[in-house]
């Protein structure tokens, strides 16, 4: 076991699990990780390149800018699949082009990645005079970091780890120290 951990060198307060929602200025990003997101059923039916799904999702109070456990929203689904008339819909009924997940890849990134020009040159449009740079890098709270990560000056812009992933390391942690105090292990 690591005799100084960066978990241990992290200050509160910290964050709470608010739901799929992105926890970057831009929109996206997710840091909690672990399995635990939301229904995702904008984030299928844009995959699907299915418009009345993404339409009754909508209606039935679901977010069109909902992150799944690495970041991406909808929008980086649709841009994907190269479905420009998914993109549109998602930005008419309120998607944040500008988005970033937890890599830095905007939307945008996902079309060049994958060559869909069409939809490049849509969200260049649409971006109106936003930005296509990458957006900041996120690491999951479960990912080991380096003791003083959150004293850097590189990753000022990363959140605190969850409140609820804190107390977890904090059991994680009694539970081994327990166990190596006794004097024959697991017995």
Request: hydrophobic residues 35%; neutral net charge.
């Amino acid at each position: 076991m690591e005799k100084n951990p960066w978990h241990k060198n992290v200050q509160g307060p910290f964050l709470q699990w608010n739901g799929p929602v992105g926890i970057k200025e831009d929109g996206g990003g997710c840091t909690r990780g672990r399995g635990r997101v939301g229904p995702m059923v904008i984030h299928r039916a844009a995959a699907s390149r299915d418009r009345e799904a993404i339409l009754k999702a909508v209606e039935e109070g679901h977010d069109v800018n909902e992150v799944e456990a690495a970041g991406n929203t909808p929008l980086h689904f649709c841009c994907y699949e190269g479905w420009v008339e998914g993109c549109e819909l998602l930005l008419s009924l309120g998607a944040k082009v500008n988005a970033s997940n937890n890599a830095g890849d905007r939307p945008w990134h996902w079309a060049r990645n994958m060559g869909h020009t069409e939809v490049m040159n849509f969200l260049q449009k649409a971006c109106n005079g936003g930005t296509m740079d990458q957006g900041k890098v996120l690491v999951q709270d479960h990912v080991p970091k380096v003791k003083d990560f959150f004293q850097r000056e590189c990753w000022a812009h990363h959140p605190k780890p969850h409140q609820e992933y804190m107390e977890y390391r904090k059991k994680q942690d009694e539970a081994y120290e327990a166990e190596r105090n006794k004097l024959v292990p697991g017995m």
